[in-house]
C-alpha cells in the first residue's frame, strides 16, 4: 500500500513562485509519479509525470516552460516547482502513483494512488 501527502500549497501573487511536495510512504521504487490538478466545476486535469529514473518527463502544455517536477528516490518524495503563477493556475494539486503496467502516464486512471490534495490560489 502506497500513502501519499501533498504539502507546500497556499495563497501567491500573480508571478510568483511555490514548490509542492509529495511524501510517499510504502515502496514506491519503479513507479511513475505525477501532479493533477483539479479546479471548482471542471474536471481533473494532468500537469506533470515523472518516470522512476528521472529521465522521462511530461508536461501539460499549458505548464510547460513554467513548472518543473522532480524527484528524490532516496526521499520518496516528488516535488512540482510552480514559476509564474497565473490566476488560472489556481486548483486543489493532487498527487499520484502509478505502480505501472501503462504506457501513458497523462490520465487519472493511469494512477493507482492519490494523496489529498493541497489548494493552490494565485491572486491577480
Known amino acids: 500500500q502506497v500513502q501519499l501527502v501533498e504539502s507546500g500549497g497556499g495563497l501567491v501573487q500573480y508571478g510568483g513562485s511555490l514548490r509542492l511536495s509529495c511524501a510517499a510512504s510504502?515502496?514506491?521504487?519503479?513507479?511513475?509519479m505525477g501532479w493533477f490538478r483539479q479546479a471548482p466545476g471542471k474536471e481533473r486535469e494532468f500537469v506533470s509525470s515523472?518516470?522512476?529514473?528521472?529521465?522521462?518527463?511530461e508536461y501539460a502544455d499549458s505548464v510547460k516552460g513554467r513548472f518543473i517536477i522532480s524527484r528524490d528516490n532516496a526521499k520518496s518524495t516528488v516535488y512540482l516547482q510552480m514559476n509564474s503563477l497565473k490566476p488560472e493556475d489556481t486548483a486543489v494539486y493532487y498527487c499520484?502513483?502509478?505502480?505501472?503496467?501503462?504506457?501513458?502516464?497523462?490520465?487519472?486512471?493511469?494512477?493507482?494512488?492519490w494523496g489529498q490534495g493541497t489548494q493552490v490560489t494565485v491572486s491577480s
Open positions: 499520484a502513483a502509478s505502480g505501472g503496467g501503462r504506457t501513458a502516464f497523462s490520465t487519472p486512471g493511469a494512477y493507482d494512488y
Open positions: 510504502g515502496r514506491t521504487f519503479g513507479y511513475v
Open positions: 515523472i518516470t522512476s529514473s528521472g529521465r522521462s518527463i
